[in-house]
């Protein structure tokens, strides 16, 4: 089973900032990309999406703050987020994806402190 591994998570004061790296290995250039975070009790949901081109989409709490990125030779997904705010504390997974394939890594803690 495809799993991947975040690294870059931890423990943040607000208004600090933090980058998450998601390793997938090669083979996956052509496959789409987000980032998902989720709260002890509620769904996971959508923080950052990157397709194979390059166009990317961010939830509406996050945009300005968060960037995505990619690099395909490194085969490798980024997230870049600065002034962090509590509100962005969670588990973020990355998620590679095409039309019927999807892969998830395992999980990573954010905590932002008030």
């Known amino acids: 089973q495809v799993q991947f591994v975040e690294s870059g998570g931890g423990l943040v004061q607000s208004g600090g900032s933090l980058r998450l790296s998601c390793v997938t290995g090669?083979?996956?250039?052509?496959?789409?990309m987000s980032w998902h975070r989720q709260v002890a009790g509620t769904e996971r949901e959508l923080v950052a999406d990157?397709?194979?081109?390059?166009?990317?989409s961010y939830q509406d709490s996050v945009k300005g703050r968060f960037t995505i990125s990619r690099d395909n030779a490194k085969s490798t997904l980024f997230l870049e987020m600065s002034n962090l705010k509590p509100e962005d504390t969670g588990v973020y997974y990355c998620?590679?994806?095409?039309?019927?394939?999807?892969?998830w890594g395992k999980g990573i803690q954010v905590t932002v402190s008030s």
């Open positions: 090669p083979g996956f250039g052509m496959y789409g």
């Open positions: 990157i397709d194979t081109y390059g166009t990317t």
């Open positions: 998620k590679v994806y095409n039309w019927r394939e999807v892969y």
